[in-house]
């Protein structure tokens, strides 16, 4: 299995590119499915938290996820400074920077290592769940992701992942636009940029365009990526 992921193999087809972005658009944009799929994109967003949190020198606490898609990362240490400015910043980002990096490997035709990055990237989340659904979550995406990579034909497991680098290009935007969505509304005075504002005393809607920005510059450069543009 190692051996397979030091392996470069063809980057998928155009055709099956294009598929995938267009399951991944209506994943994203469908009332019906979005619902499911944001769990993945809670995933992202917390190990986001977590993994800087880490970096940044903070005891992690865990990580709890919900059915509501919302998710919690609790880690301790100094109540400000860059530290913990960086730690809240991350979760947003985390989903469209993970996808530019998959782009990144797909586009060069490391379809096996990409897909055993992502075992890694969700073992490391279960390590520190907290709670029985996010065990189950995480559990599940685990599975999910090693039956393709271990049993999937080429062609199936090239199109996998190219369908989960497209999601999480454009599963990261969506996100940004619900919070922004939910302040204007009143209802986002928890939020990650609200937290921030606090934190800094740069706006809140500072903070969601700078989540805005960076979430449709990933996307940019991912598809750029993926359509062999660089």
């Known amino acids: ?16 590119l294009a598929a995938a972005g267009l399951l991944a658009l ?13 769990h993945v994109v809670t995933i992202v967003h917390e190990a ?28 301790s240490g100094r109540p400000t400074g860059p530290g913990v400015v960086c730690t809240v910043a991350a979760g947003y980002p985390a989903p469209a920077l993970l996808g530019l990096a998959a782009a990144s490997l797909l586009s060069t035709g490391r379809t096996a290592l990409l897909l055993q990055l992502f ?9 520190v769940i907290r709670n029985g659904f996010g065990l189950l979550s995480v ?7 090693l039956a393709v990579s271990m049993f999937a034909p080429a062609v199936l497991r090239g199109g996998f ?46 903070w969601v365009g700078v989540f805005g920005l960076v979430s449709v510059a990933c996307l940019a450069g991912g598809t750029a990526l993926l359509t062999g543009v660089w």
Request: proline share 5%; charged share 15%.
């Open 139 to 145: 559990v599940v995406s685990i599975v999910v992701v």
């Open 48 to 75: 986001g938290h977590a993994l800087v949190a880490l970096c940044a020198g903070r005891r992690l606490a865990g990580i709890r996820l919900h059915s509501d898609t919302s998710g919690v990362t609790v880690s």
């Open 1 to 16: 299995m190692l051996h397979r992921a030091l392996v470069v193999q063809p980057a998928p087809a155009g055709e099956v």
């Open 161 to 206: 992942a190219a369908y989960v680098t497209w999601f999480l290009l454009i599963g990261g935007v969506r996100p940004v636009y619900e919070v922004s969505r939910f302040r204007r509304r009143g209802r986002g005075g928890g939020s990650d940029p609200d937290q921030l504002a606090h934190l800094t005393g740069l706006p809140a809607s500072a």
């Open 26 to 38: 209506l994943t994203v944009v469908s009332a019906r499915t979005w619902p499911v799929a944001r």
């Open 119 to 127: 075992v890694v990237l969700l073992v490391g989340v279960l390590v």
